[in-house]
C-alpha cells in the first residue's frame, strides 16, 4: 500500500472523530510493528529519542509499518531542522517534536518539514521519501508541503501557558500533550495525568483545539489500563499513545513469569 494512501485513509478518520490508537516502538523489531498493524493499531511512533535508534533503523522500521498498512511517525531527538528533514527522507508520514514550549518553536519545526516556499528543508529526490528519483518529484513536494503530520509534544509548564498561541499555528492537526514530564515540569514526577495541573492543561488543550478543529493526543499515564484510557477519550481525547512496546511485552512476561510462584 501506498504511504499516501496509508495516510489519506488516517486522516479521514480523524476527520470523522474516530478513535486513533498508536504504540511507541523502542524495540527495534519490524515483526512488532507487523503485529501492531495485525491487532488493529493505528500508528506507530518510532522513538529516536529515549531509543538508540540509527536513522537507518528507523528507516526500516517506517518499511515495516507501510507494508503493514499502518501510518508511522519518527518522534526526533530534538526540534532541529537537520533532524526532521533526515526523519522526513525516511517515508515517515509525520514527525513528533519533544519539547514544543512556544509558538516559535513549533512554526520552527512546521519549516523543517516542508520545502520552499513553505519551509526550509533541504531537497533531494534521492531519498526513500521521493521513491529514489523514480515517481514525479513536483507531485511528490506538493505532497509533503501538505500532507505529513508535524506533531507537537507539549511537556513543559511555559508550553501550556502559552497554548492559545501554539494551537493558532496554522497547519496543525494534531496536538499530543506529554503527561509524564508535564508533571515532573509541575515538581509533580511520576503523577502524569494523576497530577490536578496536568489533567487541567489536558482538558484546556482538548477546549481549544476543539475550536480549531485539531484532534488532542496523549498517553494513558500512570494508569496504563483500558478504564483510564476510556475516561480520556471520553473527554474528548482522539489519539492514545501507548508506550512502550518492550514495557507491555515485559507486562505480560512477568505475568507469565507468575506461574513459578
Known amino acids: 500500500m501506498r504511504r499516501e494512501d496509508i495516510l489519506a485513509g488516517f486522516k479521514a478518520d480523524l476527520r470523522a472523530g474516530k478513535v486513533l490508537l498508536g504504540m511507541q516502538h523502542s524495540s527495534g523489531s519490524e515483526a512488532v510493528v507487523e503485529m501492531l498493524a495485525y491487532c488493529g493499531f493505528d500508528f506507530a511512533l518510532i522513538d529516536m529519542e529515549h531509543s538508540g535508534y540509527s536513522i537507518t533503523v528507523a528507516e526500516s522500521l517506517v518499511r515495516a509499518a507501510e507494508a503493514a498498512g499502518i501510518v508511522a511517525f519518527i518522534r526526533v531527538l530534538h526540534n532541529d531542522k537537520h533532524l526532521i528533514m533526515q526523519a522526513m527522507e525516511t517515508g515517515a508520514q509525520g514527525v513528533v517534536v519533544p519539547h514544543v514550549r512556544s509558538r516559535a518553536d513549533c512554526e520552527q519545526a512546521i519549516a523543517a518539514m516542508r520545502y520552499l516556499p513553505d519551509g526550509v528543508r533541504g531537497k533531494t529526490s534521492g531519498s526513500r521519501a521521493a521513491r529514489w528519483g523514480a515517481s514525479d518529484w513536483h507531485a511528490y513536494q506538493q505532497w509533503a508541503n501538505t500532507e505529513p503530520l508535524l506533531i507537537p509534544l507539549l511537556e513543559d509548564k511555559e508550553a501550556i501557558e502559552v497554548l492559545d498561541e501554539i494551537v493558532a499555528v496554522p497547519g496543525l492537526q494534531v496536538v499530543c500533550l506529554g503527561p509524564g514530564d508535564l ?79
Not at 483510564?228 to 473527554?235: C, E, M, P, Y
Not at 514495557?247 to 507468575?258: D, H, I, P, S, W
Request: glycine share 12%.
Open 183 to 261: 508533571s515532573q515540569s509541575y515538581g509533580l514526577p511520576g503523577q502524569g495525568l494523576r497530577a490536578a495541573p496536568v489533567m487541567a492543561a489536558l482538558e484546556r488543550a482538548l477546549a481549544l483545539c476543539a475550536l480549531r478543529g485539531i484532534a488532542v493526543m496523549t498517553l494513558p499515564i500512570p494508569d496504563l489500563t483500558n478504564e483510564f484510557t476510556r475516561g480520556l477519550l471520553a473527554k474528548g481525547v482522539q489519539l492514545i499513545w501507548y508506550g512502550v512496546d518492550l514495557m507491555c511485552m515485559g507486562k505480560y512476561f512477568r505475568q507469565l513469569a507468575e506461574v513459578k510462584g
